[in-house]
């Protein structure tokens, strides 16, 4: 679940869902013949965009006068960027468009001095705003390091018949059955990865912490098999960004791996799992109450009960008092998040908001028609399908129609899912069902690490890795649900 301040959200979401358009830029090349050449490779790593969290990008200069860029979050795939210039010894300029302004990145060529290894590390400014970047020669596996691993990792696809999307991911199968395996014939039980909000690639990235891809490892050691995905619009993924699509839409996608995985060799279709996280946690439900002869238990992780609006309500004064901000301005947001919300479906209340976001543009200092088409954008974007759906879809009934068996996980310190505001909730909805488990991991933030304060900024200054009994714990409960 990401984090969402009225103030920002709406910029932000120019960024992330509109699609990229080519550049040219007008710098030279000077002294190309003494820049370092072994610039001309293929490089990755990500734009930091403050509280929004990071963008993953991957940049091939393919020689002195052109390059291609790929943001996979926003299903943008080798954007060229003509004219890229280099500045001897050291400097590398690119430019990229969007629909809100040109970002203009200046970086350093140089060696870093802890991996030794060569960086492209400086800053990219778009409407007057600075962030960092930081690009890194790709990663690639050895084949001897492929060999060690307890696991095979094939890379798949299938369609979504419904909205005829093909969908993209990799199902890891474990060299090892789990006990009793031999008994279903050599066939490994499953589980499917579903990610929180936002446009996630299969590995759910977030501030460098691969939370799927760590999962999947371990799951795959047990000998459970795992299937791990981008979503629609995002990676190999086809179609529009997930911003374009309701959450019973994407339900829609995992009920497509489902059907996908049950007549897949090697797997024991009468053993498959679903693990969502956040958002992730909402469709998990919806696909077990649709499929209920197809779907053999669901793993809730920080997963929600009451409505998005109500979440976003808490969400946003739990991290406004953990950052010290007064009750007085907590209630003034609130106020204006209800405005928000009224505006969905009242004209009026339309009204009353473009006159808010285009007041707190001009006091940003945009002119007066930036302020406008700011302002025009915020009522937009409020009104995207994913929102208005979050907003208003209540989880709690379709949790009472769930028969299989349900593990529901809270973070005790997650402010952005309140354990204390679904968890009483959740349980009521699930009451009926004689096969669930609840736990709350203590010290533990909405991404399961350990968090003194379970604050969304203190994402970046955390290890990259969940509490040490959290794999564990699910492990333990999917392999008692699987003999």
């Known amino acids: 679940m990401q984090t969402l301040n009225y103030k920002t959200l709406f910029a932000f979401l120019f960024f992330i869902i509109n ?112 962030y960092d970047f930081f690009l890194e020669p790709q990663k690639i596996l050895l084949p001897t390091e492929i060999q060690n691993q307890p696991f095979i990792e094939r890379e798949v696809s299938w369609e979504n018949e419904i909205a005829k999307i093909k969908l993209a991911g990799t199902l890891a199968l474990p060299k090892k059955l789990p006990k009793n395996g031999e008994k279903n014939g050599n066939k490994y039980p499953v589980v499917i990865l579903v990610s929180g909000s936002g446009a996630q690639m299969r590995d759910c990235e977030i501030n ?36 374009y699509s309701t959450t019973e839409e994407l339900a829609q996608d995992v009920e497509s791996i489902v059907e996908f995985l049950s007549n897949y060799p090697n797997i024991d279709a009468k053993k498959i799992g679903i693990i969502g996280h956040s958002e992730g946690g909402m469709i998990a439900p919806m ?13 809730l992780v920080g997963g929600t009960a009451v409505n998005g609006f109500e979440v976003l309500r808490e969400q946003k004064a739990l991290i406004a008092r953990v950052n010290k901000v007064s009750e007085k301005e907590i209630q003034e947001e609130d106020r204006l998040f209800k405005i928000m919300f009224e505006g969905l479906n009242n004209p009026e209340k339309a009204k009353k908001l473009f006159t808010i976001m ?15 088409e700011y302002a025009q954008a915020s009522i937009q974007n409020v009104s995207l399908p994913w929102i208005k759906f979050f907003l208003k879809y209540d989880p709690a009934p379709t949790l009472t129609k769930v028969k299989c068996p349900v593990f529901a996980i809270f973070g005790e310190k997650d402010l952005q899912v309140s354990p204390k ?45 969940f509490l040490p009994d959290f794999l564990p714990k699910i492990t333990e409960w999917l392999l008692k649900n699987y003999e």
């Open 287 to 299: 696909v077990a109450e649709k499929l209920p002869d197809l779907v053999h238990n669901i793993v």
């Open 19 to 130: 699609a990229i358009s080519v550049l040219s830029a007008q710098n030279s090349n000077e002294n190309l013949d003494k820049f370092p050449q072994n610039v001309f490779k293929k490089w990755q790593g990500n734009m930091a965009l403050g509280e929004q969290g990071k963008l993953k990008l991957f940049v091939e200069f393919l020689n002195e006068n052109s390059a291609k860029m790929s943001i996979p979050q926003q299903g943008a795939k080798n954007i060229g960027l003509k004219n890229v210039s280099f500045k001897a010894p050291d400097s590398v300029f690119f430019s990229l468009g969007s629909s809100i302004g040109i970002a203009v990145f200046k970086g350093k060529h140089s060696k870093n001095p802890q991996t030794q290894q060569m960086q492209i590390a400086g800053n990219f400014e778009q409407n007057g705003t600075v």
């Open 208 to 243: 460098d912490f691969l939370m799927f891809k760590i999962i999947s490892d371990y799951l795959t050691a047990q000998g459970i098999a795992v299937l791990r995905y981008d979503e629609r619009g995002t990676g190999e993924s086809k179609g529009k960004n997930v911003m």
């Open 358 to 372: 285009y007041e707190e543009a001009k006091k940003g200092g945009m002119n007066d028609q930036k302020s406008k």
């Open 421 to 465: 505001q679904n968890l009483p909730v959740m349980k009521k909805a699930l009451k009926d069902n004689k096969k669930t488990k609840f736990y709350t991991f203590k010290n533990a933030n909405h991404l399961f690490q350990f968090s003194k304060t379970g604050n969304p900024q203190e994402y970046t200054t955390l290890k990259p890795e």
